[in-house]
T-cell receptor, first 117, second 112 residues
Framework: DTGVSQDPRHKITKRGQNVTFRCDPISEHNRLYWYRQTLGQGPEFLTY????????KSRLLSDRFSAERPKGSFSTLEIQRTEQGDSAMYLCASSESLPAGDHNEQFFGPGTRLTVL | KNQVEQSPQSLIILEGKNCTLQCNYTVSPFSNLRWYKQDTGRGPVSLTI?????NTKSNGRYTATLDADTKQSSLHITASQLSDSASYIC???????????FGAGTRLAVHP
């Protein structure tokens, strides 16, 4: 399977613990995006990378959240001191780097469902 | 404010029937509009993508329309199947930006 993969698929943790998620994009894609999706809502943008550079972060990304893409391939999203409000599906997507205005389709992974007890 | 609104919020139809989902957007400048299908517990999968100049695009039993003047789009599903049960999300990309603006989705349930 050459699509976007995410690990783990499910994570249950206690409030206050740290969690880390991993995303492996489609290999030839140099853009990688993180989204958060709560029940009954569409995905909300968190951050995106072009290669290893983190180019944009949403205001949703509090100081407890950090994302990295050290070698421009896989990415990790860490949440420190988790809160119950962090419970959501965390989606990763990747795309090629086409000129602005082109289709530049984002391909999504299956997501990591986080439950904070 | 750049927003995407979808209606209805949820819909139940019988297998074999047709349905139409609506999307209104206020995103400017407009680049393109996508419809995604998201099965429960999975990531979204693209169904169609339309640019400003495209009015209609089909993908099998799915037909999307776009009226860029009124900033409205619809997704029509013909001869629905049980496997069509999912959330359908309308997504608009602003011109010159990489971020996508998502609607909340329409949750479709197809019953036998």
């Amino acid at each position: 399977d050459t699509g976007v993969s995410q690990d783990p698929r499910h994570k249950i943790t206690k409030r206050g613990q740290n969690v880390t998620f991993r995303c492996d994009p489609i290999s030839e894609h140099n853009r990688l995006y993180w989204y958060r999706q709560t029940l009954g809502q569409g995905p909300e943008f968190l951050t995106y990378f072009q290669n290893e550079a983190q180019l944009e972060k949403s205001r949703l990304l509090s100081d407890r959240f950090s994302a990295e893409r050290p070698k421009g391939s896989f990415s990790t999203l860490e949440i420190q001191r988790t809160e119950q409000g962090d419970s959501a599906m965390y989606l990763c997507a990747s795309s090629e780097s086409l000129p602005a205005g082109d289709h530049n389709e984002q391909f999504f992974g299956p997501g990591t469902r986080l439950t904070v007890l | 404010k750049n927003q995407v609104e979808q209606s209805p919020q949820s819909l139940i139809i019988l297998e074999g029937k047709n349905c139409t989902l609506q999307c209104n957007y206020t995103v400017s400048p407009f680049s393109n509009l996508r419809w995604y299908k998201q099965d429960t517990g999975r990531g979204p999968v693209s169904l169609t993508i339309m640019t400003f100049s495209e009015n209609t695009k089909s993908n099998g039993r799915y037909t999307a329309t776009l009226d860029a003047d009124t900033k409205q789009s619809s997704l029509h599903i013909t001869a629905s199947q049980l496997s069509d049960s999912a959330s359908y999300i309308c997504v608009v990309r602003r011109g010159g930006y990489n971020k996508l603006i998502f609607g909340a989705g329409t949750r479709l349930a197809v019953h036998p």
